[in-house]
Structure formats: C-alpha cells, structure tokens
C-alpha cells in the first residue's frame, strides 16, 4: 500500500509561482514512476508531467511544458511540481498518482490515470488574473 499526500496549493496571481509536492510512504519510493494530473472545475482530468524512476526520465503535457519541471527525491521520499509561470488556465485541483507496475514517465503518461493504484487527495491551485 502506498500513501500519497499533496501540499503546496494555493492562490497565486498570474505570471506567479508554486511548488506542489506530494510525500510517498508505505513502499519503496523509488521503485516506481509518479505523476501530476489536475481537473479544473467542469473539466476532466487531464495529465500535467510524469517521472520515473531514471534521472532525467519525465513526460510533461504541452500545455506547461517550459513552465513546469517535475523531480523527485527518493532519500525525502517526496516528488514535486515546480510550476513557473502560472496561467488562470493553471487552476485546478492537482493530484499525485502512483503505481507500483509503472517504472517510467512514458508508461504513467500512455495510462493517463486510468487504473493507477495510488492517488492522494489533492491540492488546490488557484491563479488570479
């Protein structure tokens, strides 16, 4: 069983920055690859980046690539979302999601979420205009 917790949300004016981070427990963090997805209210969710367990591996949806950066810190066991830039677009909830059979940013990014075994409850993100 793996936990994820999200923190790091919150309102921040457009152009603005956050870190989100999502702290692992319960199995080996550094034996599988995570990723960030958000859902904006009325919307679906949507995949925002993915890590995986190789330095340097990592997946990020057009809409933040350049403004985004994922890493991941096995001795913290945490991963985070350094999100630059942010755009109103930006405001959603962002979740954290894991799963043991997935090693790499590609394999989470091709899942898209469907049927990922771990997720935390969110974080919120709120960008003003």
């Known amino acids: 069983q793996v936990q994820l917790v999200e923190s790091g949300g919150g309102l921040v004016q457009a152009g603005g920055s956050l870190r989100l981070s999502c702290a692992a427990s319960g199995r080996t963090f550094s034996s599988f690859a995570l990723g960030w997805f958000r859902q904006a209210p009325g919307k679906e969710r949507e995949f925002v980046a993915s890590?995986?367990?190789?330095?340097?591996?990592?997946v990020y949806a057009d809409s933040v690539k350049g403004r985004f950066f994922i890493s991941r810190d096995n001795d913290r066991n945490t991963a985070y979302l350094q999100s630059n830039g942010l755009k109103p677009e930006d405001t959603a909830v962002y979740y954290c999601a894991a799963d043991p059979g997935l090693t790499t940013a590609q394999s989470v990014h091709i899942m898209d979420g469907y049927a990922m075994a771990y997720w935390g409850k969110g974080t919120l993100v709120t960008v003003s205009s």
């Open positions: 890590i995986g367990v190789t330095d340097g591996n990592t």
